[in-house]
């Protein structure tokens, strides 16, 4: 069985050379670009890659279809453009596809290692994203982090398997990380328009944020970097409910 990598792209040259190198070995890479103004295409094109291209939205998700239909091969991998691929996870996929599980199943959730402040954070892990994927069984909503709506069954690589994770190369300094957290929760009040939340009920949404990242799932390990990302994570939270009430005043 045959596998696309599928990557989507805007003014991406910092990472995309080192994310291209990983995945030159599937079948077929497939750049999806929002009108780059950088060496992005000149990159890709250095790869082979078979380059299209769609209108500039500000977050990636409405050009997640459109990018996954250009694919040529059913089975599509959506890589980002500071993503890596490691080889025993290329190798995994590709036993995966040709297995009895290929063709029960129509998408895999791939663990992701994140870092922050030169560290690998333990209560980002696992961090599951449904990108291996079924090209006739997908459907992608166009809204800021929404997840593939897959049309059968998918499953998971077990979260033991750290060297199976997606390698994140993005380590965001603290002043990118909240100029990020103001953009993106801008959009976010756009898809959550209707919901409500009482000033209890927004206190205990950013505190479950902040326990589950930093103790449930082990980011006092991380030391102050992990402090600091488990509080931003869940000031995200507390600032996406403040605009929804500022939207409804």
Not at 198 to 214: E, N, S
Not at 230 to 243: E, G, N, P, Q, R
Request: with cysteine.
């Amino acid at each position: 069985m045959k596998i696309s990598v599928v990557i989507n792209t805007f003014n991406s040259e910092q990472y995309l050379r080192t994310t291209l190198a990983s995945v030159s070995r599937f079948d077929e890479i497939v750049v999806c670009d929002m009108h780059s103004t950088d060496s992005t295409i000149a990159i890709a094109s250095e790869y082979g890659a078979k380059i299209v291209y769609y209108e500039r939205s500000g977050i990636v998700e409405p050009a997640r279809n459109y990018a996954i239909s250009q694919a040529s091969n059913e089975w599509v991998l959506v890589v980002d453009s500071d993503e890596v691929v490691p080889v025993e996870l290329r190798e995994y996929l590709y036993a995966f596809v040709s297995s009895p599980d290929g063709e029960r199943f129509s998408g895999l959730f791939i663990p992701r290692k994140n870092y922050f402040m030169g560290r690998f954070m333990h209560g980002a892990y696992p961090d599951y994203i449904l990108r291996l994927v079924r090209k006739s069984k997908t459907y992608w909503p166009s809204t800021i982090h929404a997840t593939a709506k897959i049309d059968g069954l998918v499953t998971k690589i077990p979260r033991r398997r750290k060297e199976l994770a997606f390698e994140h190369l993005a380590n965001e300094t603290i002043e990118q990380r909240i100029a990020k957290l103001n953009n993106y929760t801008n959009k976010e009040v756009v898809r959550r328009i209707g919901q409500s939340y009482t000033i209890l009920g927004a206190f205990f949404k950013a505190t479950h944020r902040f326990v589950r990242m930093y103790i449930l799932k082990g980011g006092f390990r991380d030391g102050k970097a992990g402090y600091v990302n488990a509080m931003l994570d869940a000031v995200y939270k507390f600032v996406t409910i403040s605009k929804l009430w500022e939207h409804d005043s």
